[in-house]
């Protein structure tokens, strides 16, 4: 039997469906009736805010997220799977790398004080650079198909 070989474009294709199926897979296991009827989530993130060293964060979530916990509920959950089908599909790829990366390094930057969290966040990050910068839409993806990128 003759080995499977990719090449170097197909496997940046492979790195980026894996990143999409990672965000799929973190919007299918949130609890979304709770994020969206309880406000668990926006809660969580709350409390992360008030306790958290820096004032930036904890300014910044009281200026943005706390006046509009529903809104930022629904902005959380749906942006991940934006991003997965994006990412999966090759559909706008670099705009959900981009997406991608800003939402890792809010995700980052709000969990800064739990290392445990922070090898999830670094590694997403670190894909969607180094599939952005490969240019990863122009193998199996719809943008390369319909001539997007």
Do not use: C
């Amino acid at each position: 039997m003759d080995a499977v070989v990719l090449n170097g474009a197909e496997w940046f294709a492979v790195l980026r469906i894996g990143l999409g199926l990672w965000w799929l897979e973190s919007w299918r296991h949130k609890d979304k009736k709770g994020w969206f009827e309880r406000g668990t989530g926006i809660a969580w993130a709350a409390d992360v805010a008030a306790n958290h060293r820096w004032a930036a964060v904890r300014g910044g979530f009281d200026a943005v997220v706390r006046p509009r916990p529903t809104t930022m509920s629904y902005l959380v959950v749906y942006a991940e799977l934006a991003l997965g089908l994006g990412l999966v599909l090759g559909l706008l790829t670099p705009v959900a790398l981009v997406g991608g990366l800003l939402l890792n390094v809010l995700y980052f930057t709000l969990m800064i004080h739990d290392w445990a969290e922070q090898g999830q966040n670094a590694m997403m990050g670190l894909i969607s650079l180094v599939a952005l910068f490969a240019m990863a839409w122009q193998t199996w993806s719809l943008d390369h198909v319909i001539g997007l990128f």
